[in-house]
């Protein structure tokens, strides 16, 4: 049995959370034993100033041990895991504090604030000898591993283009609103951007150089509004855009759209269609099961037996981070064409 301590219970948190409760009701060998989270209120169903009442917030604390400190936590439970839902300025060195405990971590994206912040991680996970896994969700997602089997496998030829988006309203309710503050989210380019930046990377391979251009919005330096261009040996045509400061109800969105020569792939309003070059169009068999549940699942299983957590090695995510920064150090230059190392 595995047992797991989960530390951040904000959205993301009860995401992670109802996929464990999944787990052990499926009679997988898991439980999480302890939650932990600095703003205490939430274990009296509080998420929101006001006591504004929150979808999927209904969350019976009773079975589990309850910390506001993790190094507390992690003293007084006998963890194997350690599931890291927190602001993006605190996943190294709570990443690290676990990881030089023993205690496997999965730790949500982005993998750190900087690269620098990130090779701590790495090194500390190759010191303790435990796992660490940052949650780059897309690698899980149905739709987008089915774009990974169809570059990879070849089946439709080289890739033509491929263009990349995500965008939504501004997020509301996060404790001291720290998901709007780039300080302690990254803003833009490490909140939501880093997903297609990860995913060009898994996809496609480090680019030869990058341009990027992006606006400020929310915050100074919040990159709230972000186009870039990845540049490749074989002149592929490759995209991706974010943009979270949209109007209205216009909620969450995320698509893709890879042209290869013998046939095109669309993602677009959670629905996938094929488009062979010879052939009608269709809408693949993919598995129901959510991305959060699969990695959850995915790095349970490696720790469970060992092995690698090869879909999502922390020395690749680092790599996505640095494909972040360059993408920084061209918005700050208004587009200039940065080459990566």
Request: proline share 4%.
């Amino acid at each position: 049995m595995l047992n797991v301590g989960l530390v951040g219970i904000g959205y993301m948190g009860r995401m992670h959370l109802r996929n464990y409760m999944r787990l052990t009701q499926e009679g997988y060998p898991v439980r999480v034993t302890a939650i932990c989270d600095k703003d205490v209120k939430k274990f009296q169903g509080v998420f929101a100033e006001g006591d504004v009442k929150l979808p999927g917030t209904d969350i019976d604390f009773r079975p589990y041990q309850l910390y506001s400190d993790m190094e507390e936590m992690l003293d007084k439970e006998r963890l194997d895991v350690i599931d890291l839902t927190l602001p993006t300025f605190l996943h190294a060195p709570l990443t690290v504090a676990a990881l030089g405990k023993g205690v496997h971590v999965l730790c949500e994206k982005p993998m750190a604030q900087d690269a620098e912040e990130a090779r701590t991680m790495v090194e500390a996970a190759k010191q303790s000898g435990a796992k660490l896994m940052i949650a780059q969700v897309l690698r899980f997602w149905p739709e987008y591993e089915y774009l990974k089997e169809t570059v990879d496998s070849g089946r439709y030829g080289r890739v033509i283009s491929a263009s990349f988006f995500r965008g939504g309203t501004p997020t509301k309710h996060t404790y001291e609103n720290w998901m709007l503050r780039s300080a302690t989210s990254g803003g833009g380019l490490l909140d939501m951007h880093i997903h297609d930046i990860d995913m060009v990377y898994w996809l496609f391979g480090k680019p030869d150089a990058v341009s990027t251009l992006s606006i400020d919005v929310l915050d100074e330096c919040s990159f709230d509004a972000m186009s870039t261009n990845y540049f490749y040996s074989d002149s592929k045509v490759v995209n991706s855009q974010v943009d979270r400061v949209m109007c209205g109800e216009f909620g969450f969105q995320m698509s893709y759209r890879v042209n290869f020569e013998r046939g095109t792939l669309v993602y677009e309003k959670r629905e996938l269609r094929d488009y062979p070059h010879n052939g009608k169009a269709f809408v693949p068999e993919l598995s129901k099961d959510s991305g959060y549940y699969r990695e959850i699942k995915y790095f349970l299983e490696a720790v469970r037996s060992g092995s690698p957590v090869e879909r999502a090695l922390p020395e690749h995510t680092l790599d996505s981070l640095l494909l972040a920064e360059a993408q920084r150090h061209s918005a700050l230059q208004r587009g200039a064409v940065v080459t990566i190392a």
